[in-house]
């Protein structure tokens, strides 16, 4: 004797269907983001980044408790080159060290500009002028582009200290 469900059922259903559907979605998604690479997302990745480090850095230099007038160590100090955003001493290193106060986005060219160099006062107010802490050096707010083949991004500082994304 036929069961007249079993003769009718002939295929998937359509939840069955939306699923599959929607885990291949998902898949081919990630799939495609390997493929794309980074390159994309590149300088604001690198702004984030930036934003962490100019804040260790500026942290680093709140906690250190030496005065104004007195010689900085080179990880209190923000160095901005063509090539590095990061402390006098990560910019500076010929090791290949991993730091964790430098910007470094992999198999990325990026390039930085801005002041040469940023103090921090132990407020962590910037100072551009290391040289002459009085005289006033910084704009306000002081800005860090940062640049990649496809976009620009920027870091500002306010004159109180406050780091974030222009």
Known sequence: MDHPLTKNMKGFTLVELIVV??????????AASKFIGVSQFSAQAAQQQGIAVIRQIQLGRMQS???DGATLH??????????CLGSRQACNSNTNE?????????????SFSGPSAIDF????????NASNPSTPGCDD???IDISSSTETES????????????
């Not at 559907?21 to 990630?30: C, G, P, T």
């Not at 006062?121 to 551009?128: M, S």
């Not at 500002?156 to 994304?165: F, H």
């Open 98 to 110: 991993p730091f964790s106060h430098k910007v470094v986005i992999e198999e990325q060219d990026m």
């Open 141 to 143: 707010p002081v800005s």
């Open 21 to 30: 559907i929607i885990v291949v979605a998902i898949m081919s998604l990630y």
């Open 74 to 83: 080179q990880r209190y100090q923000l160095v901005i080159t063509g090539q």
């Open 65 to 67: 408790n030496i005065e």
């Open 155 to 166: 870091i500002c500082i306010n004159s109180q200290g406050y780091v974030y994304g222009c």
């Open 121 to 128: 006062d132990l407020l962590g107010n910037p100072i551009c």
